[in-house]
C-alpha cells in the first residue's frame, strides 16, 4: 500500500499568513487521485477540501489549493482565517485508501 | 443536504462484540457505497473498508479481514459496522463516510463519529 508522510507536523502561524503543507507518497499515486480533509475538533466531520491533487470541492473558498503530482502534493491556503486552525489529512484514493499521519496548524 | 446520525458512544469489555450505525439523509442511499474510517487517540486517520450502494460488495482493508462487518439496511437507509474481539486498541473514534459517484473511491461526505472505548 502506499505510505503518505506529511510534513510537518506542526504549523505555527498567524492569521491572515500562508500556509503551505506537504504530503509525500511512497509511490505515485495513480491518476492524481490526492485528497485533503480538514478536521476542525474532535466530534466533528472532517471535511474534503481538495481532490484529483487540485480540484477544490463544492463551497471550499478559493484561498484552499493543491497542486503536486506523482508522490509530491502541497496545500496551500493563502490567507489564514480563524476557522482553519485545524488539522489536515492527505489520502490517496486508489485502493487501498490511505491517509498522511496529518499536519496541525494552530495559532502562533 | 447530505447528513449522517451515528449511534452514540459505548463503552465495551475486551473480547466483546459493538456495531454502530450510520444513518444518512439528504441524497439517494442506495445509489453511493459508504466507508468506515476510524480514528486511535492521537493517531491518524485508519481506513476500514467500504459497502457499495446494492449491498452486494464488500472491501475490507486487510487488518481488519475476519474481525469486522459491513451491511446496509437500504429501506432505513442506514449502515452498520459491525466489530468483534474487541481490545483495547480498538479504543477510537469511528467515521461513516459516502464515497462519491465518480467511479473512484473518493469520499466526499463523513459523518461526526461514535466513540468507541474498549476497557475492563
Known amino acids: 500500500e502506499i505510505v503518505l508522510t506529511q510534513s510537518p507536523g506542526t504549523l505555527s502561524l498567524s492569521p491572515g499568513e500562508r500556509a503551505t503543507l506537504s504530503c509525500r507518497a511512497s509511490q505515485s499515486v495513480s491518476r492524481n487521485y490526492l485528497a485533503w480533509y480538514q478536521l476542525q475538533k474532535p466530534g466533528q466531520a472532517p471535511r474534503l477540501l481538495i481532490y484529483g491533487a487540485s480540484t477544490r470541492a463544492t463551497g471550499i473558498p478559493d484561498r484552499f489549493s493543491g497542486s503536486g503530482s506523482g508522490t509530491d502534493f502541497t496545500l496551500t491556503i493563502t490567507r489564514l482565517e480563524p476557522e482553519d486552525f485545524a488539522v489536515y489529512y492527505c489520502q490517496q484514493y486508489a485502493a487501498p485508501l490511505t491517509f498522511g499521519g496529518g499536519t496541525k496548524v494552530e495559532i502562533k | 443536504q447530505v447528513q449522517f446520525v451515528q449511534s452514540g458512544a459505548e463503552v465495551k469489555k475486551p473480547g466483546a462484540s459493538v456495531k454502530v450505525s450510520c444513518k444518512a439523509s439528504?441524497?439517494?442511499?442506495?445509489?453511493?457505497?459508504m466507508h468506515w474510517v476510524r480514528q486511535a487517540p492521537g493517531q491518524s486517520l485508519e481506513w476500514m473498508g467500504c459497502?457499495?450502494?446494492?449491498?452486494?460488495?464488500?472491501e475490507y482493508s486487510q487488518k481488519f479481514q475476519g474481525s469486522v462487518t459491513f451491511t446496509r439496511d437500504t429501506s432505513a437507509n442506514t449502515a452498520y459496522m459491525e466489530l468483534s474481539s474487541l481490545g483495547p486498541e480498538d479504543t477510537a473514534v469511528y467515521y461513516c463516510?459516502?464515497?462519491?459517484?465518480?467511479?473512484?473511491?473518493?469520499?466526499?461526505?463523513w459523518g461526526p463519529g461514535t466513540l468507541i472505548t474498549v476497557s475492563s
Open positions: 459497502i457499495n450502494g446494492d449491498n452486494i460488495k464488500t
Open positions: 439528504g441524497y439517494t442511499f442506495s445509489s453511493y457505497s
Open positions: 463516510a459516502r464515497g462519491s459517484a465518480s467511479g473512484s473511491w473518493l469520499i466526499d461526505y
